[in-house]
């Protein structure tokens, strides 16, 4: 692909409510030999991580310019987002059927975010104190963002409305903010909608019978 053409990457739905779930959404289909795929290489796992708010546009093209120039470092940062990625998805869809999540998950997640604690600073400036990287921008920095994201959100109140879309073929995570927390989809005007098309097409079958 040029460097011009359009990517999925960066018009992935952010539909998640949380930065792991929209990482973990990156794939539909996890347990499909025919998943779709948004992430295909390390140019489009920095792609995403503009398109979802993780990194300024000088980041990405200054991370761009270090994968040209360490290609096996940032071949192997991004195998290890998309196992990090795999371990998100299957904890927290675990989690959102009421079940546990393997023990090998969980600490798949905690290693991720005890490494990127390693590079914790704590930076002055003009509106006081924010929390930045030692060694920003860097190329598996997103592992840290998002591993982050997860460790928070294991920790959070909200754990208890990740939810996993109930749309046909679809297996998308949300956290659900709906005033009944009886949200069903990842998206009405998508997987909403499919759902009640079908269930109008089955009421047509069952009248012609």
């Known amino acids: ?19 792991c779930l929209d990482f973990a959404n990156t794939l539909n289909g996890h347990d499909r030999p025919s998943g779709h ?14 398109h979802a708010g993780v990194l300024s546009a000088p980041a990405y093209a200054e991370l761009l310019e ?7 470092e940032a071949q ?45 600073s704590l930076r002055r400036d003009a509106m006081g104190f924010r929390l930045g990287w030692d060694d920003e921008p860097c190329l598996d920095g997103l592992l840290r963002t998002v591993s982050a994201a997860a460790v928070a959100l294991l920790t959070s109140p909200e754990l ?13 995570l949300f956290v659900d903010t709906s005033r009944n ?13 499919r759902a009640k098309l079908r269930r109008r097409s089955d009421r047509r079958r069952s009248a012609a019978v």
């Open 1 to 19: 692909m040029s460097m011009g053409e359009a990517r999925e990457a960066e018009s992935h739905r952010l539909v998640g409510g949380n930065l």
């Open 37 to 50: 795929e948004y992430l295909h290489d390390y140019r489009d796992l920095v792609l995403w991580g503009r």
């Open 66 to 72: 270090r994968a040209a120039a360490r290609p096996a």
């Open 76 to 120: 192997a940062a991004y195998r290890a987002s998309l196992e990090l990625r795999e371990a998100i998805f299957r904890a927290f869809s675990a989690l959102a059927g009421g079940d546990q999540p393997e023990a090998a998950d969980v600490e798949r997640l905690a290693a991720a975010w005890r490494a990127g604690q390693a590079h914790r």
């Open 160 to 172: 208890g409305r990740v939810r996993r879309c109930d749309g046909a073929g679809c297996d998308w």
């Open 181 to 193: 927390h009886l949200r069903r989809w990842c998206t009405l005007d998508e997987c909403g909608n």
